[in-house]
């Protein structure tokens, strides 16, 4: 009775830890493609085809079908799985009898079911045949963690969106979820390296993991996290971005497609009324460039220009000079605004009235916190048709300043 129990332990308990960790790959990688259906069909696909080739993969008679007849047969079924996604999709029957969102889950957990089960299948056949097999597991995994988190690297932790959206809107540090992430990722690759040996020292090498794991989580803690770096000439910090000289002859070029010119984030905001624009982008304002300095335009430098703009922080609290016209057509929308890097003046929501200096939460991640209120405008481009431009209390010298133009041939 020991020695069956014994050998089940020593069979089988391998076998389960080397399934979780091969199904939460899967799950890493299908977090970000699809729903909750898909990810929870992925994590059954993989189990079960991990759970099925340990079982059965070198007994008879599935011991004597050649390695590429299996990846051919895994193959056929993933053709055949796709062919059935298909009709479950596009089937009138389904979508009016279970409705359209039914149907559609109902695919999206077929489609991942059958193309877990049938990757998952290759790579345990391969392990268990060929010498190679293992390291391809291992590669499979760790590239499935790397992908899935690799949008947050350089400091930017609102991305991924699926993991920065669900931890700022409920108040937690995305970090936290991201080193939490990677911990598991490198207890899953150690423990897969060690499932074939010796299981007694198991917890010996898992208890070291995890002080490695607590002592990062620490280092974070104490130092913080990298800063995001501003890679364009125009970025809301107001900090010179050193560039070579095709940027500083044209400072109106458009930016390089490349992975060095890539916006990068430079506050959180948290909104604390509900606010949707009309034209579907959020706009934050924070300077105007209302006077030509002979190279481009620049901050004024009149005392009567933009008076609705605040321009300095503070530890108070300050409020426009100006306010914005037509508040009946206006909704008040209220924020609080966290600095990820230096800003040089304070930015708010369209038309921010009031900056309130705020205390810090977390003075590792932010630079500077504070609230806003904003006149945000509710009404379409058509109400502004017909209109004219400017305030009854501008004189003509200054609306003709707003208005000429710069002799620079470039506008």
């Not at 699809?34 to 599935?62: H, K, M, Q, Y």
């Not at 305030?391 to 003709?400: A, K, P, Q």
Request: charged fraction near 20%; glycine fraction near 6%.
């Amino acid at each position: 009775m020991k020695e069956n129990t014994a050998t089940v332990q020593a069979h089988y308990l391998p076998s389960a830890l080397r399934a979780l960790i091969i199904a939460s790959a899967f799950w890493a990688l299908s977090l970000s493609l699809t729903i909750l259906s898909g990810s929870v069909a992925a994590i059954a696909g993989s189990l079960i085809a991990c759970l099925a080739v340990d079982r059965w993969a070198n007994a008879e008679p599935i011991k004597q079908v050649r390695t590429s007849t299996i990846v051919a047969a895994a193959a056929a079924l993933l053709l055949l799985n796709y062919a059935a996604v298909g009709l479950v999709t596009r089937s009138d029957f389904l979508a009016s009898m279970l409705s359209p969102i039914v149907a559609f889950e109902l695919g999206e957990a077929l489609n991942w079911f059958g193309l877990c089960l049938a990757a998952t299948t290759v790579l345990r056949s391969l392990a268990q045949r060929t010498s190679f097999g293992g390291v391809l597991e291992i590669l499979f995994v760790a590239t499935a963690f790397v992908v899935t988190l690799s949008a947050h690297r350089n400091g930017m932790i609102h991305r991924p969106f699926f993991i920065g959206d669900y931890a700022l809107i409920r108040g937690i540090d995305p970090a936290t979820i991201l080193m939490t992430f990677g911990c598991l990722a490198v207890i899953a690759l150690s423990a897969l390296l060690m499932a074939e040996n010796n299981q007694r020292r198991l917890p010996y090498h898992f208890a070291i993991l995890g002080l490695l794991c607590f002592s990062l989580a620490g280092f974070v803690r104490f130092f913080g996290l990298p800063t995001p770096g501003m890679t364009d000439d125009l970025g809301l910090t107001g900090q010179e971005i050193a560039g070579n000289s095709q940027q500083k002859e044209n400072p109106f070029r458009d930016g390089e497609n490349t992975a060095e010119d890539k916006e990068a984030p430079v506050a959180v905001v948290v909104f604390r009324d509900d606010y949707e624009p009309l034209n579907g982008s959020y706009y934050f304002r924070e300077s105007a460039y209302s006077q030509f300095n002979g190279v481009m335009l620049d901050y004024t430098s009149r005392g009567d220009m933009d008076r609705d703009l605040i321009e300095s922080f503070t530890n108070t609290e300050l409020t426009a000079e100006v306010l914005p016209q037509a508040m009946d057509q206006r909704k008040t929308v209220r924020t609080t605004v966290g600095m990820l890097v230096p800003h040089r003046n304070p930015f708010g929501l369209v038309s921010p009235a009031t900056y309130i200096n705020a205390a810090n939460p977390n003075n590792l991640r932010f630079k500077r916190t504070y609230d806003t209120l904003s006149y945000a405008p509710t009404y379409d481009f058509e109400y502004m048709l017909g209109r004219e431009l400017g305030r009854d209390d501008w004189s003509d010298e200054l609306r003709n300043k707003y208005l000429e133009l710069p002799s620079d041939p470039r506008y």
